[in-house]
């Protein structure tokens, strides 16, 4: 079983920077990749950034230049590094991470509220 935990997040100010970590720990064969998703009172769950265990990235195009993703493969631990935070910005973030490859297995975090005032 994986486990995945996030932490972060909370209430910022429109510009202001936020910082979100999740951890996977549990048993796992092989991580594919690591990322963050987010939804808002709506709307549909939506791929926010990813990264593999080689560091190739991909970002959602409403983040692209303010938001990055960087991992730390020993630690099982991904961060999100929110800079430049907009009011749409608001919703509950996921960390998502793949385990395995042939048939991957997706295991989510619990959520975490970004909630960025105007």
């Known amino acids: 079983q994986v486990q995945v935990v996030e932490s972060g997040g909370g209430l910022v100010q429109a510009g202001g920077s936020q910082r979100l970590s999740c951890a996977a720990s549990?048993?796992?064969?092989?991580?594919?990749?690591m990322g963050w998703y987010r939804q808002a009172p709506g709307k549909q769950r939506e791929l926010v950034a990813a990264?593999?265990?080689?560091?190739?990235?991909n970002y959602a195009d409403s983040v692209k230049g303010r938001f990055t993703i960087s991992r730390d493969n020993a630690k099982n631990t991904v961060w999100l590094q929110m800079n430049s935070l907009k009011p749409e910005d608001t919703a509950v973030y996921y960390c998502?991470?793949?385990?395995?490859?042939?048939?991957?297995?997706?295991?989510w975090g619990q959520g975490t509220q970004v909630t960025v005032s105007s």
């Open positions: 998502n991470v793949r385990v395995g490859w042939i048939n991957p297995t997706d295991y």
């Open positions: 549990g048993t796992m064969f092989s991580i594919n990749a």
């Open positions: 990264i593999t265990g080689t560091g190739t990235t």
